[in-house]
């Protein structure tokens, strides 16, 4: 059976990383623009993006507390490979958008950051 780069990342994060509570630090978001991309915006709320690795593709919709977040606020630090979801709220504060319908490589990711 082909393994796909998506089976990969999740086997690493489930090895490498070790349980913590998320710090709203950012830190896990910020090359996650070399993993997917938004491929289009289907609605106001509503994005199709990619893996892209595999090319497998999923919806994702902006959380109804975090829509005005996202429009109102530019890419984290207007970095280039910040996950396009991530959102600065508040000083050193980071934010999923999408966190209710977020990727499945990020539901499965666990802070290994201290």
Known sequence: MKSSGTDYCIIWVQVNSIAS???QCGHCCRSMGDVL????????HKYRIQYLITGIEQIVSLDPDKQNLF???PNYNHQPLVCPFLRERGEGIAVC??????????QIYTCSKS
Not at 97 to 106: K, W
């Open 71 to 73: 429009q109102e606020h």
């Open 21 to 23: 509570p998320c710090r």
């Open 37 to 44: 991309g938004i491929v289009e915006q289907l609605n106001d």
């Open 97 to 106: 958008t999408v966190y209710q319908s977020r990727p499945e490589i990020c």
